[in-house]
């Protein structure tokens, strides 16, 4: 793992949330090469996680290299155009990290077949604590592919899909879930105000109890369901929240999640226009 050399295209949110995650497992800085036209995020990252900061484009890559791309959606044809000739002249194993853009547009972009792996992170990464969905072509190795689980296995948890088309779904549920989550925690905040409680007591109380509840989750053999029936009396106060609560939650989570999966797809299409 010491030995690889990790280039990331783009300084942005998601690149800093693997680039924290990987130097907290002692991942050396300076087998972590960033690219971004700007000096502001990249900068910022040599100097915090003495990672080397590069412009935009590499000529050429080191041995061994892996390449995480980490810009927009939107940008891949014109970054793949500028960076096509340097992936196709070496062995690199190429890992988008892009919402919604299929692996077979990456490589009819690039104009050849080389490894490509689509990997969907989330921003917990960046405390050890992501879960990343990852998908692999067909001509990717096992050894590629033990990278890559290797990377995003020392940032959190790591899920293979063997179906491309439910990665919309994983970053829909996955990708994006971090800030349904953090929106659940500022409405329930919110709510405990309302009834009058101070602000800082219902942050507290609200984050405490979403980790307590993930980790009592994590740590059981027990569903959700059976270990939500444990806190629910009938007749009690949680049995007239969660009334409230089933109205709409389910409709909505299932809502949401086609929006965002939708959305993936609609970033792939726009793609195609572009391109
Ligand atoms: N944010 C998230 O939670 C997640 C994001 N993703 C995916 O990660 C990718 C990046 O998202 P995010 O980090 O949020 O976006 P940001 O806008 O935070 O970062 C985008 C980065 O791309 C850089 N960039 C722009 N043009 C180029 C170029 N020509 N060459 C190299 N780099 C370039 C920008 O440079 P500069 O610093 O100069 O502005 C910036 O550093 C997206 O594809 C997204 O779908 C996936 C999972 C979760
Ligand atoms: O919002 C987005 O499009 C990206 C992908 C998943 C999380 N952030």
Redesign the pocket.
């Known amino acids: 793992m010491t030995e690889q050399h990790i280039v990331f295209?783009?300084?942005?949110?998601?690149?800093?949330?693997l680039i924290s995650g990987m130097r907290q497992r002692d991942i050396p800085g300076e087998s972590i090469q960033v690219?971004?036209?700007?000096?502001?995020?990249?900068g910022a990252l040599a100097e915090e996680f003495g990672v080397r900061s590069r412009p935009?484009?590499a000529e050429k890559l080191p041995e061994n290299s892996v390449v995480i791309?980490?810009?927009?959606?939107k940008?891949m044809p014109?970054?793949l155009q500028?960076w096509g000739d340097t992936l196709r002249s070496g062995s690199a194993l190429f890992v988008?990290?892009?919402?919604?853009?299929s692996s077979t547009q990456i490589t009819a972009l690039l104009g050849e077949e080389i490894s490509v792996v689509r990997a969907?992170?989330?921003?917990p990464s960046q405390i050890g604590a992501g879960a990343t969905t990852l998908f692999a072509r067909a001509n990717v190795g096992a050894s590629q592919c033990d990278t890559v689980q290797q990377i995003f296995s020392g940032v959190g948890k790591v899920f293979w899909l063997h179906d491309e088309a439910l990665m919309d779904t994983a970053?829909a549920l996955a990708?994006?879930g971090?800030?349904y989550v953090l929106l659940f925690l500022e409405a329930l905040e919110d709510a405990a105000v309302l009834q009058g409680l101070d602000r800082i007591t219902a942050r507290a109380l609200a984050l405490q109890t979403v980790l307590g509840t993930a980790q009592m989750a994590a740590a059981s053999p027990a569903s959700p369901s059976e270990l939500r029936h444990q806190v629910t009396s009938p007749g009690g106060t949680t049995a007239a929240g969660l009334a409230v609560w089933e109205e709409q939650l389910r409709p909505l989570a299932q809502r949401a999640l086609a929006a965002a999966a939708e959305r993936g797809r609609a970033?792939s299409q726009l793609l195609k226009k572009d391109a």
Do not use: F, W
């Open positions: 295209i783009g300084a942005g949110n998601m690149a800093r949330a690219h971004a036209p700007s000096t502001l995020h990249r935009a484009q791309y980490a810009a927009k959606p940008q014109a970054i500028e988008s990290v892009a919402a919604g853009v969907m992170p989330n921003t970053t990708g994006s971090p800030a970033l």
